[in-house]
């Protein structure tokens, strides 16, 4: 079931991020999300957040702020069941167009917005994780204006 973020939610969310970043991007210095969890717990209670939740556990979200950085993280042993293909399919149905950002060393989350219609637009590195993070800048092109 896809759901708001309800504010009982936030601690819940803010460790699937943590965890999550923390397993998928291992390039970039650990401190990096410990140092941001208060930045991006204020940013979610700003931002579009749906709840994937089943079986009354949440497993997963996808938090949108305006039209950019939809982020869809999901449990480590609930990945490749549908559920971040099943988030993003929602933000689609409620917006035209969908900018985001993914690290070019986190293969496994290229292909995944790869197979969900992304195509990369531009490149960055992004100096606040050291220089380790080259960003590919990737919308979604069916949903674009």
């Known amino acids: 079931m896809i ?8 601690d819940t969310v803010l460790r ?3 965890t999550s970043n923390l397993q998928a991007h291992s390039f970039v210095p650990s401190g990096y999300w410990e140092r941001n969890v208060e930045l991006v717990r204020k940013a979610m209670s700003d931002a579009e957040v749906w709840i994937y939740e089943s079986d009354g556990r949440i497993v997963g979200f996808v938090g949108l702020a ?3 950085s939809p982020v869809s993280f999901v449990e480590m042993e609930c990945r ?5 293909h099943a988030l993003l399919d929602f933000l689609k149905k409620r ?3 969908l900018l985001l950002h993914v690290y070019e060393k986190n293969s496994r989350a290229i292909a995944f917005y790869r197979r969900e219609g992304f195509e990369c637009r531009d490149r960055h590195v992004e100096e606040d994780t050291g220089g380790n993070g080259v960003d ?9 204006f």
């Open 136 to 144: 590919n800048g990737m919308d979604e092109g069916k949903y674009s």
């Open 3 to 10: 759901r708001p973020l309800g504010i009982s939610d936030m």
């Open 95 to 97: 917006h035209r167009f």
């Open 80 to 84: 490749s069941r549908g559920i971040g």
């Open 66 to 68: 305006g039209i950019t």
């Open 16 to 18: 699937i991020w943590k």
